[in-house]
């Protein structure tokens, strides 16, 4: 328990200091292809998201999606993608094939499906080649370009917030 806290703290201090040399970058086609990183500890959920961006006009074949999970258990089988906290190492670096492969797909937009800090999804947050990022305001601000201000469970309220603000900018 101790060590996974030291871990954790470790891994945030290496984040925070790379975090002074975030470039903004801008999105000038619509938004396609859409990368879902979620926190499955605080929302299971998973397929009513998806329902509600395929809904606001992303197609579902374009939407890729990893699910963070605090324990996995041995026998434990998963419709999606899932990682935890043993996949992390203390330098920060990610171990499973399909958790680097969804950093280096350029999306055209990331969204950050959790809203406490844990260091596995900030640096994924961190390092993704995604165009736009969009997660929950409870997150570090450096992180996202657009920050949705209410909590995980109300997955309609951040997909009617996120689609509304999109269109605004002209991203879809």
């Known amino acids: 328990m101790f060590i996974k806290y030291i871990k954790e703290l470790s891994v945030k201090k290496i984040l ?15 938004i396609k292809t859409v990368g879902i990183l979620l926190d499955e500890s605080y929302f299971q959920e998973k ?6 961006i395929v809904a606001n006009g992303i197609q579902e074949n374009n939407i890729k999606m990893i699910v963070f999970k605090d324990k996995i258990k041995k026998n434990e089988i998963f419709t999606q993608p899932t990682f935890s906290n043993k996949n992390m190492s203390w330098k920060g670096d990610l171990s499973p094939d399909f958790v680097t492969e969804f950093i280096k797909t350029p999306f055209d937009m990331l969204i950050s499906y959790y809203d406490t800090e844990k260091a596995p999804l900030l640096l994924i947050t961190h390092h993704s080649k995604a165009l736009f990022k969009a997660g929950f305001s409870t997150v570090d601000k450096r992180l996202n370009h657009l920050m949705i201000n209410t909590n995980a469970e109300n997955y309609k309220v951040f ?5 509304r603000y999109l269109k605004i900018l002209n991203k879809i």
């Open 16 to 30: 925070k200091s790379s975090l002074h040399n975030v470039t903004p970058s801008s999105l000038t086609t619509p």
């Open 159 to 163: 997909a009617h917030e996120l689609f």
């Open 47 to 52: 397929e009513q998201l998806i329902k509600e």
